[in-house]
């Protein structure tokens, strides 16, 4: 049986996801409309992963012998400035994530539970993984600053990275 506390801290932890699944789906939507296909199509693909990191969650605690809680979600941003404000919204985002990530596993330490400490050491590696590449995509930005031609092959690129569409099909 799941320890109450591990199981509360799990469940905030399937909010957190699935706030990030949407978030990244009205920035996905931003972008497609706004001229950023590549952006869009690695926008939405990356709301994909935040759902499987959500039904991830689910699946732990309902086979642990918990029950998990199906979250209602904020409406999130829909207005944006430009591609430098989305990603630099997604870094903040993220660090958020992996502060309540830390949590979660702080709570499995205090409770001894070392069954869920383990599982979650895959959330701990993804958001190193995630935050790099936030970083790796706002330097790129950066670089490019108001070059619309490089904003372009930016664009066009962006739709392969990884964490992008191949990432989320197969099932990372
Ligand atoms: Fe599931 Fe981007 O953290």
Redesign the pocket.
Known sequence: MLNKKVEKALNDQIKV?AE?SHAYLAMASWAEINGFPGASTFLYAHSDE?RM?MLKLIKFVNDRGGKAIIPSVNQPDKDFKNLQNIFNLLLSH?HA?TAAINNVVDVCLKEKDYTTHNFMQWYVS??IE?ETLAHHIIDQLNLIGNDKGALYFFDRDIATLKGGPQAATAGK
Request: aromatic residues 0%.
């Open positions: 996801e990030s935040e990191h993220e994530v993804e958001q995630e």
